[in-house]
């Protein structure tokens, strides 16, 4: 089955710096991959995907990049500010077969003003 | 748009009774949901996939006969928590995937449960 690794677990940055968080994947039938934002005691928040179809993604601060042929894709918030912080998990899936989502462990980000 | 909502977002109950969970997508039909658990500073970790109109399939090491899962409808799934212990208290997330076939996962708020 798939398996997703997330680094680093704790990310502090200072507000208006730039925040990269790195996830690999394991099964290569994988073509769609997410992040999501949680804040404390809620659900997770999507803020981003990206298919296998497609390289890079952006959304005003935040870009997701994909290599698939190492399997590893990143989230990139820039200018970052207070309210970033929470815990962001990047997660894939094979949604052509209907499989669930796999997370990653999470990162937790600090931004500090 | 694409709002998935549970009921209740709390619940205390005592060691040994049952507690329901809903999960109702709210804009959209979902002919898959699935359940998540989450500990304390921990990922999220699938326990099962629901499907309408059909039975669950859970995820090794998840026991059916403890978490029942019953997906009646295109826009509810429920899980319930038999004979609950302490160990079983957590975070209970659902999320659903609309039936027309888009990519997108989206979550509940999550239920907290607390056993005690």
């Known amino acids: 089955g798939e398996n997703v690794e997330q680094h680093p677990s704790t990310l502090s940055v200072q507000e208006g710096d730039s925040a990269v968080i790195k996830c690999t994947y394991s099964?290569?039938?994988?073509?769609?991959f997410p992040w999501y934002k949680q804040e404390l005691g809620k659900g997770p928040q999507l803020i981003i995907d990206?298919?296998?179809?497609?390289g890079e993604k952006k959304d005003q601060r935040i870009a997701v990049t994909l290599n698939k042929t190492a399997k590893h894709f990143s989230l990139h918030i820039t200018e970052t500010q207070p309210e970033d912080s929470a815990v962001y998990f990047c997660?894939?899936?094979?949604?052509?077969?209907?499989?669930?989502?796999?997370f990653g462990k999470g990162t937790t980000l600090s931004v500090s003003s | 748009g694409a709002v998935v909502s549970q009921h209740p977002s709390w619940v205390i109950c005592k060691s040994g009774t049952s507690v329901k969970i809903e999960c109702r997508s709210l804009?959209?039909?979902?002919?898959?949901m699935f359940w998540y658990r989450q500990f304390p500073k921990q990922s999220l970790m699938l326990m099962a996939t629901?499907?309408?109109?059909?039975?669950?399939?859970?995820e090794q090491g998840v026991e059916k006969d403890k978490f029942l899962i019953n997906h009646a409808s295109l826009t509810l799934s429920t899980l319930t928590v038999t004979s609950a212990h302490p160990e079983d208290s957590s975070f209970y997330i659902c999320?659903?995937?609309?039936?027309?076939?888009?990519?997108?996962?989206?979550f509940g708020p999550g239920t907290r449960l607390t056993v005690t």
């Open positions: 629901s499907n309408e109109g059909s039975k669950a399939t859970y």
């Open positions: 990206i298919r296998s179809n497609v």
């Open positions: 804009d959209f039909q979902a002919t898959t």
């Open positions: 997660a894939a899936s094979n949604r052509q077969a209907g499989t669930a989502l796999i």
């Open positions: 999320s659903a995937s609309p039936s027309s076939g888009a990519y997108e996962q989206y």
């Open positions: 099964d290569s039938a994988s073509n769609y």
